[in-house]
């Protein structure tokens, strides 16, 4: 079975400065996709960023960009100039490759994040 | 283009009676996903429905059904409400492909109270 871990309940930054959301995941799978989702205080959960596991270049949008480590199964999220509407909580995920979207997505504990003026 | 729709948004029950949760996947999306997120907690995987049929199923007991309309929209019913079933639930839906690349569209939820 696949579990996602995020050690960082919560975690602050400054306003326009770099912050970093951890996550560590257990998955004897080769082929998955991993996301970052926002869930802002209107409870609706955003996709920030994924990334396909077969492909070594972290991806990147915009103020967010992810450090994937594939050998260590560590995915985490850096987002730069953080800006107040960066605050909420994050919440990284998991889903398994198929050939068909049977795929539930995993998802960890979350983090709350804190933008302070 | 309207995303996910999910009603009502906030609902209080009482221990032991019958809810039912329901669910407008946006539009051109035919799969949809149900998730419970307890307070504080990461989103809990259902159940998914796709072609009018429960496809894959999470850990969860059977007092927790669901179904899906010709229209692709989805009800999730829960029976015999326990206090440990207050959460906000969500739906998510995607197209059948390629969900995998872009991830799932979420609605804002249901906060579910059972007093």
């Known amino acids: 079975a696949q579990t996602v871990t995020q050690s960082q309940p919560e975690m602050s930054v400054q306003e326009a400065e770099t912050v970093t959301l951890s996550c560590t995941y257990d998955?004897?799978?080769?082929?998955?996709?991993l996301f970052w989702y926002k869930q802002p205080p209107s409870r609706q959960m955003i996709l920030v960023i994924r990334?396909?596991?077969?492909?070594?270049q972290n991806a990147t949008e915009n103020r967010f960009s992810v450090n994937f480590q594939k050998a260590a199964k560590s995915f985490s999220l850096k987002i730069s100039d953080s800006q107040l509407g960066d605050t909420a909580m994050y919440f990284c995920a998991f889903m398994k490759r198929g050939l068909a979207n049977t795929g539930k997505l995993i998802f960890g504990q979350g983090t709350t994040l804190q933008v302070k003026p | 283009d309207a995303g996910v729709t999910q009603s009502p948004t906030h609902l209080i029950k009482t221990r032991g009676q019958q809810v039912t949760l329901r669910c407008s996947p946006k539009?051109?999306?035919?799969?949809v996903s149900w998730y419970q997120q307890a307070l504080g907690q990461g989103p809990q995987f259902i159940f998914q429905y796709y072609e009018e049929e429960e496809r894959q199923r999470g850990n969860f007991p059977d007092r927790f059904s669901g179904h899906q309309f010709p229209n692709y929209s989805s009800e999730l019913n829960v029976n015999a409400l326990l206090l440990g079933d207050s959460a906000l639930y969500l739906c998510?839906?995607?197209?059948?492909?390629?969900?995998?690349?872009?991830?799932?569209?979420f609605g804002s939820g249901t906060r579910l109270t059972v007093v």
């Open positions: 539009s051109g999306h035919d799969t």
């Open positions: 998510a839906s995607s197209p059948e492909y390629p969900a995998n690349l872009y991830g799932y569209t």
């Open positions: 998955t004897s799978e080769s082929n998955y996709y």
């Open positions: 990334q396909e596991a077969y492909k070594q």
